[in-house]
């Protein structure tokens, strides 16, 4: 769309007077959280002051103040004669967002990082001792070493996606290889679809790049919706590039089924956008399995790392792609990239060959923690809303009010680590929102939620401000 009418904005903003505030401001807030969660897209156009006025019911000066505010914090541009379009504020970001060094006494729950297999420790001996066959080289492999990349094409051809190892090269992790991906494959200033939410550090990578990101509501409920807004964007934006994860998203879990996979594709194929797809999680499936790579059906470059399935201290991930692509990808790789460490690749080759006798008890492990946390909070926060998702790593939580910020700060305060709501969005949505991983053991879990009671309460108990626009 390009651009929206009164009566369907209206009906989007819904009751302002809920929120508490004066109306120019409730109607300021909701609008940029509309267009931080990608129900308002970028670059459409808002109806003139007097419709939205007369269709919501709100004198013309309201709508005309509410418009300064959203332009003055960047939110919307006016353009001559041509109206007020949204926009997403450049804004500085709150900082890169790694995890912690550990505390004595403080639960880590900011990032979904399960502590390392048991295969882990045998795969680092059995690298150690195969490491002298490679000690009279020069020890670089700026690709990877050939064994290891083959491996890891073996595991995509396995799955339904026939690779050969010179379509992978080894990076330092996931988030590496995305930045490498979005490097290689877009140019500055070029448009970037994202689910609204998505993994921060995928956004953060994205603007690093100078993409200008194009955010889609995705409500895991209702993956009909997302493909459909999917859809409109692409056709109506023409993005240059897609970054989605359409195995156990993170952090709404969402599994996209097969149709919507091959929806995905043929929308992805006739804008002739490239898809740069996270399969950090597909390993993680625990009451489903995923279904054919989308990379099987649309051309792209295709991220995956050993992070989350065995242990992130290995530092070993990787980028799939087309053939016609893995010169760019690889320039980009080395621009900043000499080579992955041989210890942790020999490592990894251990791993992944012996994959399929060690995951099941991985994701064993993950279901019993995930029930525990499921009825914890059934048990201690009932009026929170939380969905059982098919794999990964966590819960993403409605809360009954806007009050994600507050309860990470008093959850801080109290020896629980936590990421509020809004991070996983491109502006200030998701207050309503909390990502909880299930990767820590029951008893940390117990004591979790425990903390989080606590805090709840506290963050309740505060008078309610004024959103600020």
């Known amino acids: 769309m390009d651009r929206i009418s009164a009566r369907a904005t209206a009906a989007l903003l819904g009751d302002l007077t809920e929120d508490g505030q004066p109306l120019h401001a409730a109607l300021a807030t909701r609008v940029r959280h509309l267009i931080g969660d990608g129900r308002l897209p970028v670059g459409v156009r808002l109806p003139p002051e007097r419709e939205l006025a007369a269709a919501a019911g709100l004198s013309r000066s309201t709508v005309t103040t509410a418009y300064g505010r959203l332009r003055a914090a960047g939110w919307t541009t006016a353009r001559q004669g041509a109206g007020t379009w949204t926009a997403l504020p450049a804004g500085a ?20 990082a399960p502590r390392a297999a048991p295969q882990v420790a045998a795969a680092l001996a059995a690298a150690v001792d195969q490491l002298p066959r490679l000690l009279p080289g020069h020890g670089y492999s700026p690709a990877g070493l050939p064994e290891l990349r083959a491996r890891i094409a073996d595991r995509f051809t396995e799955r339904g996606l026939p690779t050969t190892p010179e379509q992978v090269l080894v990076t330092a992790g996931a988030l590496h290889g995305v930045h490498v991906a979005l490097q290689a494959v877009l140019r500055r200033g070029a448009r970037l679809l994202v689910d609204a939410p998505t993994y921060p550090n995928a956004l953060d990578a994205a603007r690093a790049v100078g993409l200008r990101l194009l ?5 895991s409920a209702r993956p009909q919706d997302w493909l459909e807004r999917v859809e409109r964007t692409l056709t109506e934006a023409s993005p240059s590039g897609a970054y989605l994860v359409p195995d156990f998203h993170n952090p709404t879990g969402l599994l996209l089924d097969d149709a919507g996979r091959a929806r995905l594709a043929r929308a992805l194929r006739r804008a002739g956008t490239v898809p740069v797809v996270d399969e950090t999680l597909v390993e993680l499936g625990l009451d ?15 991220v995956g790392s050993l992070s989350k399935a065995f242990w992130g201290g290995l530092r070993i991930g990787w980028v799939r792609a087309d053939p016609t692509l893995v010169p760019s990808l690889a320039a980009a790789l080395q621009t900043a990239h000499m080579s992955s460490p041989a210890v942790e690749q020999l490592a990894a080759c251990a791993l992944l060959e012996g994959a399929e006798a060690s995951l099941p008890a991985s994701r064993q492990r993950l279901r019993a923690q995930r029930e525990v946390l499921l009825a914890e909070l059934a048990a201690q926060l009932p009026d929170w809303q939380v969905d059982r998702p098919a794999g990964g790593l966590v819960l993403w939580c409605r809360l009954p009010s806007a009050r994600s910020t507050r309860l990470v700060q008093e959850a801080g305060q109290r020896g629980l680590r936590l990421v509020a709501g809004p991070r996983f969005g491109t502006g200030h949505a998701f207050e309503d929102r909390l990502r909880l991983p299930y990767t820590g053991s029951p008893e940390v879990l117990r004591r979790a939620v425990r903390i989080l009671v606590e805090a709840d309460a506290a963050a309740t108990a505060r008078p309610r401000r004024a959103a600020v626009v």
């Open 215 to 219: 955010p889609v509501a995705l409500d």
């Open 93 to 112: 970001r709150s900082g890169p967002w790694v995890p912690a060094p550990a505390d004595d006494g403080v639960l880590d729950l900011a990032h979904a």
């Open 288 to 302: 489903a399995v995923p279904g054919t790579p989308l990379g099987a059906l649309v051309d792209g470059v295709t």
